[in-house]
């Protein structure tokens, strides 16, 4: 919960460093920002809602043509009703994925202290794992959306920054700097949620 900034404006060295915990639902809800954010997962997620859809409007207009017409009009039904709910529905089994996912890939890292400093060239993690080193050259964008901060990697690796574990300002106002110093982007994404 400790955070502070520093600036040596002759050696223009910046550092900051931050201790925090990280919870079950911190890796749940980067596993949802992340996937929101993969090409590859949007694509699948709308290839299945158009496939389960169109195939129900498909058959139920076949049946309806051989004259079966409670079949055709369940199918019908069910085409419209997958067209309105099937995205509610997949957003809620895509989370209960990725929750029974943490769970059983992650349970050792919840509840544990996370220390992360900032230097001009390295982001150093550690908790109780070990140690990582990232070089800063390798941070590609800063993300910040209403609970997070996301630090990603050119190799889409993701660092978690609570923000209710925290001093917001201080860390935002140098995360805004550090994007700078680093030429990378800073994304405000405040109204993002998982959908």
Same mark, same amino acid.
């Given at each position: 919960?400790? &955070?502070?900034?520093?600036?040596?404006? /002759?050696?223009?060295?910046?550092?900051?460093?931050?201790? *925090?915990?990280?919870?079950?639902?911190?890796?749940?809800?980067?596993?949802?920002?992340?996937? +929101?954010?993969?090409?590859? &997962?949007?694509?699948?997620?709308?290839?299945?809602?158009?496939?389960?859809?169109?195939?129900?409007?498909?058959?139920? +207009?076949?049946?309806?043509?051989?004259?079966?017409?409670?079949? &055709?009009?369940?199918?019908?039904?069910?085409?419209?009703?997958?067209?309105?709910?099937?995205?509610? *529905?997949? &957003?809620?089994?895509?989370?209960?994925?990725?929750?029974?996912?943490?769970?059983?890939?992650?349970?050792?890292?919840?509840?544990?202290?996370?220390?992360?400093?900032?230097?001009?060239?390295?982001?150093?993690? +550690?908790?109780?794992?070990?140690?990582?080193?990232?070089?800063?050259?390798?941070?590609?964008?800063?993300?910040?959306?209403?609970?997070?901060?996301?630090?990603?990697?050119?190799?889409?690796?993701?660092?978690?920054?609570?923000?209710?574990?925290?001093?917001?300002?201080?860390?935002?106002?140098?995360?805004?700097?550090? /994007?700078?110093?680093?030429?990378?982007?800073?994304?405000?994404?405040?109204?993002?949620?998982?959908?």
């Amino acid at each position: 919960m400790v &955070a502070f900034f520093l600036k040596n404006c /002759a050696t223009h060295i910046f550092k900051m460093i931050l201790k *925090y915990i990280l919870r079950e639902d911190d890796f749940l809800n980067s596993q949802l920002f992340i996937s +929101s954010k993969s090409k590859i &997962a949007k694509k699948n997620r709308r290839n299945n809602y158009l496939l389960v859809t169109l195939c129900l409007l498909i058959i139920g +207009s076949l049946t309806l043509i051989r004259e079966n017409n409670f079949l &055709a009009y369940y199918l019908l039904f069910s085409g419209i009703l997958s067209f309105l709910l099937y995205p509610k *529905y997949q &957003a809620w089994f895509y989370k209960r994925h990725f929750k029974n996912y943490v769970k059983s890939n992650m349970q050792n890292s919840f509840n544990e202290s996370n220390l992360v400093e900032f230097s001009d060239n390295f982001i150093e993690t +550690s908790d109780k794992t070990g140690l990582t080193k990232i070089n800063t050259t390798e941070v590609d964008q800063i993300t910040e959306v209403n609970e997070y901060f996301y630090i990603r990697t050119k190799s889409n690796q993701y660092l978690i920054v609570p923000k209710d574990r925290i001093d917001y300002e201080s860390v935002r106002t140098f995360l805004t700097i550090f /994007a700078k110093k680093l030429d990378i982007e800073f994304v405000s994404e405040l109204n993002w949620k998982w959908s």
